[in-house]
């Protein structure tokens, strides 16, 4: 598989959307749907990757938080595509996204078991996030978008 990320442009796309970022990020813990769903959506920039069947595997989300940072937020992969290439085209796809509305800092919140991914990418960590579900340790994680980028390589995740 060569990830390519894209945004989503039909309704379809957006219901499969919400349901991969449900299903991934919130469903494990028992949340109902809506709990994968904020009043960001309408400004926020968002993307998917498809597998070779046009079958959404993976998400993620960029809104701006002041006039210098966004966050990215609510990314996931469909399991069985993980280590693929997915998540680094997302986060690729992101922060051209921010970087196109002038914006030169990012920040996320990582789970801990995903800190290791976004260092690769150039993010560091910069503090504690929050613990979602009383459960999920996050990371607070920071990236300079003026700095020089690791290579853009495909299917090094």
């Not at 894209?6 to 379809?12: D, I, M, V």
């Not at 960001?40 to 959404?56: F, K, M, S």
Request: aromatic letters at 8%; proline letters at 6%.
């Amino acid at each position: 598989m060569d990830p390519l990320a894209t945004a989503p442009r039909s309704p379809g796309d957006f219901a499969a959307y919400f349901e991969l970022r449900w299903r991934v990020l919130r469903a494990p813990w028992g949340e109902p749907p809506g709990a994968a769903f904020d009043e960001l959506e309408d400004e926020a920039d968002h993307a998917i990757v498809r597998n070779e069947e046009g079958r959404i595997v993976g998400v993620g989300r960029l809104h701006a938080v002041d006039d210098a940072s966004a966050q990215v937020r609510f990314m996931g992969v469909d399991e069985r595509y993980r280590s693929q290439g997915v998540g680094r085209a997302l986060l690729v796809y992101l922060e051209h996204a921010a970087m196109r509305r002038g914006l030169r800092r990012i920040v996320l919140n990582a789970r801990s078991n995903v800190v290791g991914f976004y260092e690769k990418l150039g993010y560091r960590v910069v503090g504690d996030g929050p613990t979602f579900f009383h459960a999920v340790k996050h990371l607070r994680m920071e990236k300079d978008l003026s700095s020089p980028a690791p290579s853009s390589g495909q299917n090094h995740d």
